[in-house]
């Protein structure tokens, strides 16, 4: 039996759960075809919750969603990428906080 590999990390959407115009649900995961590069395609993600305001808005109307990366993951310091992604559960503000 093959184990799968996966990551845990952390995603900020817009208010409508849509980051890129690809549209997230919490519970559901979501794989991308074709080729994988930071900063050009694939799922965007941070290992830390607060290392995600480097890339987006400190805004009371962004979310951050605790997520599961699978199979393919690039990482350059505090990004990453995948093409296989899970959305767990969002965190509060006082989680991304502390």
């Not at 093959?2 to 549209?23: A, F, H, L, P, W």
């Not at 965007?44 to 995600?52: R, Y």
């Not at 890339?55 to 093409?83: H, L, M, P, W």
Request: hydrophobic share 30%.
């Amino acid at each position: 039996m093959k184990t799968e590999i996966t990551t845990k990390g952390y995603k900020v959407t817009d208010s409508n759960m849509k980051c890129r115009e690809y549209q997230y649900e919490v519970g559901k995961r979501f794989k991308q075809t074709g080729g994988l590069e930071l900063c050009e395609s694939g799922f965007h993600f941070c290992p830390i919750a607060n290392d995600c305001f480097n890339y987006y808005s400190f805004i009371s109307t962004n979310r951050v969603f605790e997520i599961i990366a699978y199979g393919d993951i690039q990482t350059n310091g505090d990004k990453c990428c995948t093409n296989d992604i899970e959305f767990l559960r969002e965190l509060t503000w006082l989680e991304v906080l502390t």
